[in-house]
């Protein structure tokens, strides 16, 4: 058997294990998790120094939103890409829909959308919209932000099955953000542009996206993994690593596992 044919085995193996054993989000998990973040954590400085902090602390003082909150749905809407662009035609770093969404905030010119600080704010501003028209639930005013306000009830009803997952996917991207939760951390301590990321392989549900990585993890301990929506139907697993060093030593825990990078 080739080392191609190899690696898409064991893709194909730790998937169906996986998925065998996972449990998947339950409707009120993430609104749970969300109610925690608001009651506990919101004071709590973020893991690494993020692209364009400026921005995202200024939005933050601007809208009343935590900035851990804004840093959590940027980096899973375009991991901080200024120049994302999705098949949905939502653009730059917090994937603002235009021209629809871009208008009703003010935007008149598409290429406004490409400046980060724009961006950021028009982000902030509409979370911040969003959160009082649903009366302060983080979890509505996040499914309303992916889906639309016109297609999730105020009482929370009948949530659209991708808003709800949408809620539960950004919570985990708030999970990176806040790291080990350490209030005594120096804020900045670490460069968040510094960490490199190679992707390892993509899949067509987040389902499966997040079912390899924890797979893979418990497989090989001390591998870094995360996995990103990166456009409609595109969930890629993603290796993160601070140096070559540590890329070394995660290329010899996936080929022990029988992954091979590049193949």
Known sequence: MTARKTTAALVSTLLVVAMASATTLQDGDADLGWRNYLQNDTGLPPSYRFPYSHCFRSASLAHALPETLLLAVARGESDFNATARSKANAHGVM????????????IFRLTELY????????????????????????????????????RIAKDGSDIPPGAEWYSGYILQHLD??????????????????????????SFAEPYRAA?????????????????????????????????????????????????????
């Open 95 to 106: 994937q603002i829909q235009w021209p629809g969404t871009a208008r009703h905030l003010g």
């Open 115 to 150: 400046d980060p600080c724009t961006n950021i704010e028009a982000g902030a501003r509409y979370l911040n919209e969003l959160m009082q028209q649903y009366d302060g639930n983080l979890h509505l005013a996040l499914a309303a932000y992916n889906y639309g306000p016109s």
């Open 176 to 201: 990176y953000v806040l790291g080990d939760r350490n209030p005594a951390k120096p804020l900045g301590e670490h460069l968040y542009s510094d960490l490199g990321r190679t992707t390892l392989v």
């Open 211 to 263: 079912a390899f990585v924890g797979s893979m993890e418990q497989l090989s301990p001390g591998l870094q993994l995360d996995w990103f929506r990166q456009d409609v139907g595109r969930f890629s697993v993603v290796l993160i690593y601070q140096d070559r060093d540590e890329f070394q030593r995660s290329a010899t825990l996936l080929a022990n596992a029988g992954f091979r990078l590049g193949e």
